[in-house]
């Protein structure tokens, strides 16, 4: 009788087919758990908000320094246009030549520089040519001096008194008419070249609001100093065929006075941007390379103020990037933190699949990948939406809605330099965490390195920046404009950032003797504090995070508060009061006067045992109600030294 055993499985040759059996290519990377890990994360909808809202806010941080300081660039071009007149930017091309210069037809020259400044870009031209000097003028039986001046519609801009503006011919200032005793029809004579005076207007200075069209010419017009004697008659031409027929006969009488030939191309000033307004000066300096103008000394002439504003507007971006880089900084750093956390709660949400899969021999390397590769696109989709935030809150509350071209490409880089930064932290932590809940060993020693006080280095770092500080200038005006020491904003964003990690572990330490006193209190109570304690590392994260922005609000607006205080005590003192009227006449007093305010009299130089002093005739009875005191200017008060 043969007897049957039962069948046992080859447990051996199945291990060798397993050893046998070839692996993937790509090894781990090509396993299911990592090819499908992009898609895991739809998932854990927590997940997903939790990384798209910290990668948002660090791609807002760091493209925001970038998208301000070409924010701020537009805002103090718009602030110097609107201060001058509405063509002081406009670029201009100017040929200025003494009368025995030889030069080309005027025709040629003209056509010449259209084509050129044409060429660049530039809108066509509109004429101006003047003397700079003043010439004789003279009629039958009088005569005086005067500009002789042209530009493309002048003569539609000004008030006619008699005769019209057609023919060929001087339009002259009535002033001048009625001191020359000429009208309309008569002959004038301007450095020997004679023609016809075919109209009078009224005289620029006496209109009562100027016009905007000459509002850059009002040295030609204007005595600011007072209207007795008048400034040199202005006189008007048709055409600068009159103009060049002052010009040849001032040649040939070997006068000085030097004429000036101006073509100026008009631009939309508009939410002019740096860039916008470098490239227009480029065009100008192009187009006059290209021009036939020659000029004594190789000079290039006037050019407008377009140049005067973009040095000062680059002067004063220089100036802001010592405060607005560190703040940037810190803020990407703060925004880094919350990237690190939400990879500390994926390894959370994932602890069950992050323990199998270590069970199966992955390293925290291959966890920390994994972790990348499911949260990459809404860290990806996060940038993007954090971009997009940075510019419409920089061109919603920024100081000015235009943006250079190459802004947001810069922003978007460091949007993703962010990004990649973000991810290797996000990984980092996401593998760290998931092996601490895979390989955590029952009594073994915490590591030296989160027992060291890395906080203190940021402390070192503020100390030697405020020495270093003190040996420097915080604030250096150049040109009027404040240069901002990089070292008075590192050195309280490093103190509070020292300062608040150092409290942030002070307060970390005293969690257990926290759980431990929490057995005693309400349900809710302990609870809270039991979930605290138990997630220290999380707990002092968040707590370091908000604790930053916090320390820096506070900081900045204190800094705000005191800067104000200054700069309205400083213009309260050199004013003396809210509101003053300067006259150089004596002003009597009155009781109406009296009302409204007090009379000081003001003697600058004077002079008492050999130093100068300023001496100040008050009104007892009033000064103490309208004048601005400070306490702190004298040891009495303002009562006893009335």
Request: proline fraction near 6%.
């Amino acid at each position: 009788m043969t007897v049957l055993e039962p069948t046992r499985p080859d447990v051996r040759s199945r291990a060798a087919a397993r050893r046998a059996a070839p692996l993937h290519r790509g090894g781990v990377a090509l396993l299911p758990p990592w090819t499908r890990a992009p898609w895991l994360s739809f998932g854990q909808p927590a997940v997903i908000f939790a990384v798209l809202g910290a990668a948002a806010i660090l791609a807002c941080a760091s493209a925001s320094a970038a998208l301000f300081l070409s924010s701020a660039a537009s805002e103090s071009l718009r602030v110097q246009v609107a201060a001058e007149c509405d063509d002081a930017t406009y670029p201009q091309l100017e040929q200025t030549l003494l009368p025995f210069d030889p030069t080309a037809t005027d025709a040629a020259t003209d056509a010449e520089v259209r084509s050129a400044m044409a060429a660049q870009g530039l809108a066509d031209p509109y004429r101006v040519q003047f003397t700079a000097g003043t010439a004789s003028v003279n009629s039958a039986t009088q005569s005086t001096l005067g500009r002789i001046f042209y530009r493309d519609n002048a003569l539609d801009n000004i008030a006619m008194v008699a005769g019209s503006t057609t023919g060929t011919g001087f339009v002259v200032p009535e002033f001048t008419a009625q001191r020359l005793a000429v009208v309309p029809g008569d002959t004038l004579t301007i450095a020997g070249y004679s023609a016809p005076v075919v109209g009078v207007y009224t005289d620029l200075f006496r209109e009562q609001i100027p016009r905007e069209f000459w509002c850059s010419y009002g040295a030609l017009y204007l005595n600011e100093a007072s209207l007795d004697p008048p400034p040199p008659a202005l006189i008007l031409t048709t055409g600068t065929d009159v103009v060049d027929g002052v010009e040849a006969r001032l040649g040939e009488s070997f006068q000085t006075t030097l004429v000036t030939r101006t073509w100026i191309s008009p631009i939309d000033t508009e939410n002019m941007t740096l860039s916008r307004a470098r490239e227009i000066d480029a065009q100008r300096a192009a187009a006059f390379d290209e021009s036939t103008i020659t000029n004594r000394f190789d000079r290039t002439g006037e050019q407008g103020l377009l140049p005067e504003m973009i040095a000062r507007t680059s002067l004063l971006i220089d100036g802001l990037r010592g405060p607005v880089i560190p703040i940037a900084i810190g803020g990407s750093v703060l925004a880094l933190l919350l990237v690190a956390a939400a990879g500390s709660y994926w390894a959370d949400r994932r602890v069950r699949e992050v323990r199998l899969l270590s069970s199966r021999g992955v390293g925290p390397v291959a966890l920390a990948g994994k972790a990348a590769l499911e949260l990459v696109i809404p860290a990806t989709v996060g940038t993007a939406l954090g971009w997009l935030l940075s510019q419409w809150l920089i061109r919603s509350i920024g100081p000015s809605p235009a943006l250079d071209p190459e802004a947001p490409a810069q922003a978007a880089i460091t949007a993703g330099a962010g990004l990649v930064l973000g991810m290797v932290l996000l990984a980092a932590v996401a593998g760290l965490r998931a092996r601490g809940a895979t390989e955590t060993t029952v009594g073994a020693r915490r590591s030296w390195v989160g027992l060291v006080p890395w906080e203190f280095v940021l402390l070192a770092a503020a100390l030697l920046s405020w020495l270093r500080l003190r040996s420097q200038e915080g604030v250096v005006i150049e040109n009027n404009v404040a240069q901002v020491n990089l070292l008075l904003v590192s050195f309280p964003l490093l103190f509070l950032a020292g300062a608040a990690v150092l409290c942030v572990r002070l307060l970390a330490a005293t969690l257990p003797l926290v759980r431990r006193r929490a057995r005693r209190w309400r349900p809710a109570a302990y609870l809270a504090a039991s979930r605290v304690a138990s997630s220290r590392l999380i707990s002092a994260g968040l707590l370091a995070t908000v604790s930053m922005p916090l320390g820096v609000l506070a900081y900045s607006a204190t800094l705000t508060a005191t800067t104000a205080y200054t700069l309205q005590t400083k213009a309260a003192v050199v004013v003396g009061s809210d509101v003053a009227v300067i006259s150089v006449d004596e002003i009597p007093s009155s009781p109406a006067l009296d009302d409204v305010g007090t009379i000081v009299s003001r003697y600058p130089y004077a002079g008492i045992d050999g130093q100068d002093v300023s001496v100040l005739a008050i009104d007892p009875r009033t000064f103490a109600r309208y004048a601005y005191w400070d306490d702190r200017f004298a040891e009495q008060s303002l009562d006893d030294l009335l």
